[in-house]
């Protein structure tokens, strides 16, 4: 028996994939942000937590310590392009994901407006 690739770890988890294709199509985004762009499944803290540990993430404070974002390592972002090359291969599109993750935002603003 072989010891288990770290892959498998990664790709065991739901939304990994998707967290580091959206912070390296959108920036650096909180926890929030990201849990309200993806899932607020309870088990998303553990996986920031693992992208964090596995160097695939970093935090940065900004301001005064009030809340921090999560951004791509240059790992990440080397994992991201990756990620997006198998996704055009598989025949999907990232352009199109980006295209929906925008007009779901102005969706929730023209609802919110009236």
Not at 31 to 36: D, H, K, P, V
Not at 58 to 71: A, D, N, S, V
Not at 83 to 109: H, T
Request: glycine residues 8%.
């Amino acid at each position: 028996m072989t010891g288990e690739l770290i892959v498998n770890r990664l790709f065991s988890e739901r939304n990994t994939p998707e967290i580091i294709i959206h912070l390296f199509m959108f920036g650096p985004k909180t926890r929030t942000e990201i849990y309200e762009a993806i899932s607020r499944n309870p088990r998303m803290p553990i996986k920031i937590d693992m992208l964090l540990s596995y160097r695939i993430l970093k935090e940065h404070p900004r301001g005064r310590g009030q809340y921090t974002t999560l951004e791509l390592t240059a790992l990440g972002e080397r994992f991201a392009r990756m990620l997006c090359e198998q996704e055009r291969l598989l025949g999907g599109s990232v352009d199109a994901y980006r295209w929906g993750c925008v007009m779901s935002k102005l969706e929730e603003f023209d609802s919110a407006a009236t």
